[in-house]
């Protein structure tokens, strides 16, 4: 039988794990993920004698702000208003950059929007979180084989997806050019 986490396992949970969590919650909830990031800890403290053992909490952690997180729909649309609101008062067309970014933004988030929720939440936990698949799988509560599939799956769809044929890579050098799908797959470089 195993023993609970102590207060102190807790703690050290919050020093190691609370600002790429916090990055996580703000990137999904603005401002408001703050006080998620305070509910994801007061559950580990509540919840010490469940949880996982200590190479899964990570992955528990993150699972546990992305339940948070959907509980709290509401908050969720009301920055998606808010975002759409400030874009259109902020958008100058005078301004190419401005709007080149902001077709750019758009084209990324309606092909995201074309995956399902898992597919597109994947892409952000290993994408832009940084979590390893198997702990992406856990968070999402699949096999890290079927979390290997889908995202592959979705990488493809992404990577083929008509509104992206156009988007820049932000990391590609300007005078070499593009990669192909297949190569980018395979980790060739352009250059001969």
């Known amino acids: ?9 807790v703690e050290e949970l919050y020093c190691r794990h609370a600002d790429e969590l916090r990055g996580y919650l703000y990137r999904r909830a603005g401002q408001s993920g703050i006080d998620v990031l305070q509910e994801v800890f007061v559950v580990a403290l509540r919840r010490r004698g469940d949880l996982p053992a200590p190479e899964l909490r990570r992955a528990w952690l993150f699972g546990t702000a992305r339940r948070l997180l959907m509980a709290k729909q509401r908050d969720t649309r009301r920055r998606t208003t ?11 067309p005078r301004e190419p950059d401005r709007a080149d970014r902001d077709a750019c933004r758009d084209a990324v988030r309606a092909a995201l929007g074309s995956l399902n929720e898992k597919d597109r939440e994947l892409i952000r936990l290993t994408e832009w979180e940084g979590l390893q698949i198997s702990e992406a799988a856990a968070v999402l509560g699949i096999k890290a084989g079927t979390a290997r599939v889908r995202l592959h799956r979705a990488r493809r ?13 932000p990391d590609a ?9 297949s190569q980018a797959e395979a980790g060739v470089s352009s250059h001969v």
């Open 1 to 9: 039988m195993r023993k609970g986490a102590s207060v102190a396992d």
């Open 173 to 181: 050098d300007p005078g070499r050019p593009p990669l192909t799908f």
């Open 157 to 169: 769809m992404l990577a083929s997806h008509p509104l992206l044929k156009d988007v820049p890579d």
């Open 82 to 92: 808010a975002e759409r609101e400030a874009a259109t008062r902020d958008t100058d």
